[in-house]
Protein backbone atom coordinates (compact mmCIF):
# COMPACT_ATOMS: atom_id res chain seq x y z
CA UNK A 1 0.00 0.00 0.00
CA UNK A 2 1.51 3.12 -1.41
CA UNK A 3 0.97 6.64 1.50
CA UNK A 4 1.25 10.04 1.06
CA UNK A 5 1.50 12.12 3.96
CA UNK A 6 2.02 15.61 3.75
CA UNK A 7 3.01 17.82 6.63
CA UNK A 8 2.19 21.75 6.26
CA UNK A 9 1.38 24.65 8.87
CA UNK A 10 -1.79 27.15 8.56
CA UNK A 11 0.74 29.93 8.99
CA UNK A 12 2.82 28.63 5.75
CA UNK A 13 1.89 30.64 2.26
CA UNK A 14 3.88 27.72 0.44
CA UNK A 15 1.64 24.97 2.27
CA UNK A 16 -1.04 26.54 1.01
CA UNK A 17 -0.06 27.11 -2.45
CA UNK A 18 0.33 23.24 -2.27
CA UNK A 19 -3.04 22.35 -1.53
CA UNK A 20 -4.80 22.45 -4.44
CA UNK A 21 -2.03 20.67 -6.40
CA UNK A 22 -2.65 17.68 -3.63
CA UNK A 23 -6.10 17.67 -4.33
CA UNK A 24 -5.44 17.52 -8.00
CA UNK A 25 -3.03 14.63 -7.40
CA UNK A 26 -5.52 13.21 -5.10
CA UNK A 27 -8.03 12.44 -7.50
CA UNK A 28 -5.65 10.28 -9.97
CA UNK A 29 -4.97 8.13 -7.26
CA UNK A 30 -8.14 5.33 -5.57
CA UNK A 31 -5.49 3.04 -4.24
CA UNK A 32 -3.08 5.62 -2.82
CA UNK A 33 -3.72 6.60 0.83
CA UNK A 34 -3.37 10.55 1.30
CA UNK A 35 -2.73 11.89 4.87
CA UNK A 36 -2.19 15.41 5.91
CA UNK A 37 -0.73 16.52 9.19
CA UNK A 38 -0.34 20.10 10.74
CA UNK A 39 2.55 20.46 12.57
CA UNK A 40 1.29 22.81 15.21
CA UNK A 41 -0.90 20.14 16.11
CA UNK A 42 0.44 16.86 15.00
CA UNK A 43 3.80 17.28 16.97
CA UNK A 44 4.18 13.24 17.42
CA UNK A 45 3.93 12.79 14.12
CA UNK A 46 6.04 15.40 12.81
CA UNK A 47 8.51 14.25 15.49
CA UNK A 48 8.79 11.02 14.21
CA UNK A 49 9.58 11.87 10.54
CA UNK A 50 11.98 14.22 11.02
CA UNK A 51 10.23 17.57 9.92
CA UNK A 52 12.06 20.42 10.02
CA UNK A 53 10.48 22.59 7.06
CA UNK A 54 7.28 22.54 5.30
CA UNK A 55 5.72 21.69 3.22
CA UNK A 56 6.89 18.38 3.30
CA UNK A 57 5.56 15.16 1.30
CA UNK A 58 6.59 11.75 2.34
CA UNK A 59 5.94 8.58 -0.10
CA UNK A 60 5.65 5.28 1.86
CA UNK A 61 5.01 1.93 0.61
CA UNK A 62 4.45 -0.45 3.43
CA UNK A 63 5.25 1.64 6.05
CA UNK A 64 8.81 2.65 4.32
CA UNK A 65 9.84 6.31 3.47
CA UNK A 66 10.60 5.74 -0.54
CA UNK A 67 10.57 9.54 -1.61
CA UNK A 68 10.43 12.93 0.20
CA UNK A 69 9.54 16.50 -1.20
CA UNK A 70 10.76 19.71 0.23
CA UNK A 71 9.06 22.69 -0.39
CA UNK A 72 6.43 23.68 -3.07
CA UNK A 73 6.64 20.64 -6.17
CA UNK A 74 4.85 20.63 -9.40
CA UNK A 75 2.18 18.22 -9.78
CA UNK A 76 3.94 16.28 -12.55
CA UNK A 77 6.55 15.35 -10.21
CA UNK A 78 4.94 13.94 -7.20
CA UNK A 79 2.44 11.91 -9.74
CA UNK A 80 5.37 10.93 -11.21
CA UNK A 81 6.68 9.41 -7.59
CA UNK A 82 3.56 8.07 -6.56
CA UNK A 83 3.17 6.45 -10.34
CA UNK A 84 6.76 5.04 -9.82
CA UNK A 85 6.31 3.76 -6.60
CA UNK A 86 3.23 1.87 -7.34
CA UNK A 87 4.42 -0.42 -9.40
Known sequence: MVTVKKFSAAWCGPCRALAPVMNEVKTQFSNVKFEEYDVDVAYDEAT???????????????????????GMQPKGAIVEAITQHLA
Open 48 to 70: QYGIRSVPTIVIERDGVEMKRFL
